[in-house]
């Protein structure tokens, strides 16, 4: 019995662009559906089709058999308004940790995400999808507003793209402002949560050869799912920060600067591992 198509790459591209999808040759689809574990994925959520968000991370951990350790972990309240703040070495995988790591402790959690994250319709309950090219920013907005006025708990990766490597280091670019202003106005507490991790040589290299030959769209993210297979039978480390307070924002700092601050108190977590 043929396993249903819960992940469809024409219709994916369809849906993004259905011009390229008619331009694109076979030889490429096959590709993107090897690199993407396009069989794999499928079969995978066919096999735990019944189990959503908490418990559907969870078994995707288990699947790629991963330990997750969360230090500090007491460090998030188990209620009440936060926003976790985290750099972002992998992807969606961080969200999906995480998800498994909290799982028992704080489950109440929203991410903001890239909108590719929606195909997984598991835990599509937990995201928010973000498309920075989308038609539909307006009604994104009004989603992100609602979120930090709920109780639920925030997580949110304030780069908003995967850690590059410069010099290398392997680092997030500039974290966007928009956590601290709505943790300001809606006062959330902010829990800074640093994941140890990187991705192979091969990504930092594509994404850097890209930006040498000025390619605008992010070809490197095309290779994040096969990424994420190579995690297999690794070790997951986060360490949660002391929670941020209002003390923090009455610095004369504007929000973006604080951002940074907040960045650098995330990336100092590493050395207490």
């Given amino acids: ?73 007491e460090n998030i309240p188990k209620k009440g308004k936060i926003v976790i703040a985290m750099n972002h070495p992998f ?37 928010i999808g973000i498309n920075k090219k989308g038609k539909e920013r307006r009604l994104i907005g009004e989603k992100i507003l609602k979120l930090f006025q709920s109780e639920n708990a925030v997580c949110i990766f304030p780069a908003g793209l995967v850690s590059r490597k410069e010099n290398g280091e392997i680092k997030d670019l500039i974290w966007k402002k928009t956590f601290v202003s709505y943790s300001k106005k809606f006062n959330r507490t902010i829990i800074p949560v640093y994941i140890d991790g990187r991705l192979s040589n091969f990504f930092y290299r594509l994404a850097n050869l890209r930006k040498l ?15 994420l297979f190579k995690q297999r039978n690794q070790n ?17 700092k504007n929000d973006n600067e604080i951002a940074q601050l907040i960045k650098e108190k995330v990336y100092k977590l590493k050395n207490e591992l």
């Fill in 1 to 73: 019995m043929e396993t249903k198509k819960f992940i469809d790459i024409e219709k994916l591209i369809a849906k993004k662009n259905r011009k390229l999808l008619k331009r694109l040759p076979n030889f490429i689809l096959n590709y993107l559906k090897r690199i993407l574990h396009v069989d794999e994925i499928n079969s995978f959520i066919d096999k735990n089709k019944n189990k959503k968000n908490n418990d559907w991370c969870e078994e995707v951990i288990k699947y790629l058999n991963i330990k997750v350790e969360i230090k500090n972990i």
């Fill in 91 to 127: 992807g969606g995988m961080d969200a999906m940790i995480l998800i498994s790591g909290l799982k028992g402790h704080r489950e109440d959690l929203k991410f903001i995400v890239n909108d590719w994250l929606l195909n997984l319709e598991n835990i599509k309950d937990m995201f």
């Fill in 213 to 227: 030959f000025r390619i605008k769209s992010n070809i490197e993210m095309l290779y994040l799912p096969n990424e």
């Fill in 236 to 252: 997951m480390r986060f360490i949660v920060g002391k929670p941020i307070d209002e003390s923090f924002f009455q610095k004369n």
